[in-house]
């Protein structure tokens, strides 16, 4: 499953509709569909205020012939939102690009 790029015109930003598209999404964890959502963002607050947290781990792409270490998210923020699931407290290799 994945969201990308949520962007609401700006004559309608504040209006909620960007957190019901997300909600609705965020829906099929809390049904236990999915247990996690992980993905990055450049807004932290909008999704922080639909009870996302930032993720602290460290995220590698091991199939990266270039630099595998090097982090494979692009945007400042990685976050989750979860139903009763936790990531491990380790280095996490996403083998490939993060979304």
Do not use: W
């Amino acid at each position: 499953m994945g969201i990308a790029s949520v962007c609401i015109n700006a004559e309608h930003r504040g209006l909620g509709y960007g957190a019901i598209l997300v909600r609705s999404a965020f829906d099929l964890i809390d049904s236990g569909e999915f247990p996690i959502a992980l993905f990055q963002t450049s807004v932290f607050n909008f999704y922080k205020k639909l009870g996302c947290t930032a993720s602290n781990h460290t995220f590698v792409n091991s199939l990266s012939g270039v630099s595998p270490e090097k982090p494979p998210f692009q945007d400042k923020y990685v976050m989750t939102y979860a139903n009763n699931f936790s990531l491990p407290n380790e280095k996490i290799d996403l083998l490939g690009n993060g979304y």
